[in-house]
T-cell receptor
Framework: DVKVTQSSRYLVKRTGEKVFLECVQDMDHENMFWYRQDPGLGLRLIYF???????EKGDIPEGYSVSREKKERFSLILESASTNQTSMYLC???????????FGNGTRLTVT | EDQVTQSPEALRLQEGESSSLNCSYTVSGLRGLFWYRQDPGKGPEFLFT???AGEEKEKERLKATLTKKESFLHITAPKPEDSATYLCAVRASSNTGKLIFGQGTTLQVKP
């Protein structure tokens, strides 16, 4: 089975802090994704990566950046956390472009 | 613009009462329609992929079907453990790998 592991289930940070969310997959998948999920808005794509050191903006990249230095690891960075970034963050991976996404269990981030 | 709409938003069923969830989509060239199940506090769990109109997939009490404009997730004789939010997503030919999600249908099955 595919395993996508997100480093934290719950995180509380203060406004202005730099926040790192880490995601690791164990299936040698090419593609990795970061989504956020909010009530009434569904899942929205922040960034994705189709190869090491490659990244593409999703639908809502503002206020975020990403890093993919190794194939198995994809990090989401909030440069200066704000309260409107309080959300559930979901990492996913996919073997290739036509494959389904496999999700981690999410990190619930609260910014106060 | 590529779009996915799910209905109803919420559905309450009695155990054993069969029903269907709808996923309507508009995309510029469908490269796959995906169904996921999400339990509270967890990430979405992959259920099915459908690629072309007329295709059907089954898993236990769930059956997914696809037409050129919509997909249905049929739930036959549901049990309380089928209670979850069901998400539909599409991949368009213009999008490299990413999925566009609907808002989901929250299903509650009462014993």
């Amino acid at each position: 089975d595919v395993k996508v592991t997100q480093s934290s289930r719950y995180l509380v940070k203060r406004t202005g802090e730099k926040v790192f969310l880490e995601c690791v997959q164990d299936m040698d998948h090419e593609n990795m994704f970061w989504y956020r999920q909010d009530p009434g808005l569904g899942l929205r794509l922040i960034y994705f990566s189709y190869d090491v050191k490659m990244k593409e903006k999703g639908d809502i990249p503002e206020g975020y950046s990403v890093s993919r230095e190794k194939k198995e690891r994809f990090s989401l960075i909030l440069e200066s956390a704000s309260t409107n970034q309080t959300s559930m963050y979901l990492c996913a991976s996919a073997k290739e472009n036509n494959s389904p996404l496999h999700f981690g269990n999410g990190t619930r981030l609260t910014v106060t | 613009e590529d779009q996915v709409t799910q209905s109803p938003e919420a559905l309450r069923l009695q155990e054993g009462e069969s029903s269907s969830l709808n996923c309507s989509y508009t995309v510029s060239g469908l490269r796959g329609l995906f169904w996921y199940r999400q339990d509270p506090g967890k990430g979405p769990e992959f259920l099915f992929t459908l690629y072309s109109a007329g295709e059907e997939k089954e898993k236990e009490r769930l059956k997914a079907t696809l037409t050129k404009k919509e997909s249905f997730l049929h739930i036959t004789a549901p049990k309380p453990e089928d209670s979850a939010t069901y998400l539909c997503a599409v991949r368009a030919s213009s999008n490299t790998g990413k999925l566009i999600f609907g808002q989901g249908t929250t299903l509650q099955v009462k014993p």
